[in-house]
């Protein structure tokens, strides 16, 4: 019984710390959208180029990760795709705010 709750807690202990990560790095991705976003606007026309620049870099790179099955569950490519996600993330919502 006690090899059982031991089990069951090694299981949680992972999922936990996973999902923590995977939060963590989508509001880090969140985060760079801002900064990515944000510097280029100062100095006037340069929005649109850097979310084309951005976007098509997160392509390439999904493309790349995607295309091998090996990287399917590895930790740090989980994360890098969420990072991914939150600057996609951020795009949006930035558009929202200018839309506004």
Request: aromatic share 16%; proline share 1%; net charge positive.
């Amino acid at each position: 019984m006690q090899f059982i709750l031991y089990i069951i807690g090694q299981y949680l202990y992972y999922h936990i710390n996973n999902l923590s990560l995977q939060l963590i790095s989508l509001f880090l991705g969140y985060f760079f959208c801002t900064i990515i976003c944000s510097i280029p606007k100062e100095t006037g026309d340069w929005g649109l180029i850097t979310a084309l620049l951005i976007v098509g870099i997160n392509e390439t790179m999904s493309a790349l990760i995607y295309s091998y099955k090996k990287y399917e569950n590895n930790i740090i490519v989980k994360t890098i795709n969420g990072i991914k996600i939150g600057i996609i993330y951020g795009l949006f919502v930035d558009s929202f705010k200018l839309g506004s």
